[in-house]
């Protein structure tokens, strides 16, 4: 039932995670695009702040030295005034990108296809619900890890399952995260996506993915002896071949 395209792990782009990688995978969506550009525009500040930081200590040493004390002290009310409006006004720029970015991960426009993940000891199950093509899906099916012994060339250790989150590209998703036993962490680091799976609750994220390909993830909360062996693959399809795989659904409504 759930069927695959036969995709492998992209050469191209940065989709998995990768020895001694210490950047972010390749981006496949808005949200993870802007998550990328607020951590470079944090990155400026920071070092503006530890240069003229280190600058001022610096500068302080070198004047109050015994060699070098400056006779007269006096009290500076402009300076006090600068170093107290310059601080808020980075807050401020790092604030408003910052507020936008939370705003579309917590949703957006109406989504066309929404994707229940639900977390077990140890595999993930899928349910779907949409309309893509003017027809209306539903179904489901349970993702477990595949094993070391029966990977093909290609396929990535740890981090392969058997059925694969099949979603169509350029389309508003909708994910609800929940889990069926302890605390799980449903989370693709290339679609900017991390979301709690909590015990009798729904959580959702929003998802707009870009291109197609592979994006792994794994489990992001540590959830019993057997966490690392329950990965994510969602395989991002055209519209029309995911249709075709939608269609296959045993739920599918007539």
């Not at 605390?183 to 959580?203: E, F, I, M, T």
Request: proline share 6%.
């Amino acid at each position: 039932m759930a069927y695959q395209f036969g995709f492998t792990c992209s050469r191209v782009f940065a989709d998995a995670p990768e020895n001694f990688g210490c950047g972010f995978q390749d981006s496949a969506s808005p949200t993870m695009e802007g998550i990328i550009d607020l951590h470079h525009d944090l990155c400026f500040f920071l070092i503006v702040i530890l240069v003229f930081v280190m600058w001022m200590l610096f500068r302080s040493v070198y004047l109050f030295n015994n060699r070098g004390r400056p006779e007269k002290l006096f009290h500076g009310a402009t300076l006090e005034l600068v170093w107290t409006l310059c601080p808020s006004v980075i807050l401020l720029l790092i604030a408003l990108p910052s507020f936008g970015l939370l705003y579309a991960l917590e949703g957006g426009p109406a989504p066309q296809v929404t994707i229940k993940a639900i977390g077990h000891q140890w595999y993930w199950s899928y349910e779907y619900r949409g309309m893509v093509g003017g027809e209306d899906y539903r179904g489901g099916f349970d993702s477990y890890m595949i094993p070391d012994t029966e990977l093909t060339p290609g396929e990535l250790r740890l981090l392969e399952v058997d059925h694969r989150c099949v979603v169509p590209r350029g389309t508003q998703l909708r994910f609800v995260i929940t889990s069926g036993d302890v605390l799980h962490s449903w989370a693709v680091p290339s679609l900017g996506l991390k979301c709690d799976a909590v015990p009798g609750r729904l959580n959702q994220t929003a998802c707009f993915i870009k291109r197609e390909g592979l994006f792994y993830g794994q489990c992001s909360e540590l959830c019993g002896a057997n966490h690392a062996f329950m990965p994510i693959v969602v395989e991002a399809a055209s519209p029309g071949d995911f249709a075709r795989w939608a269609a296959g659904f045993e739920l599918q409504e007539q």
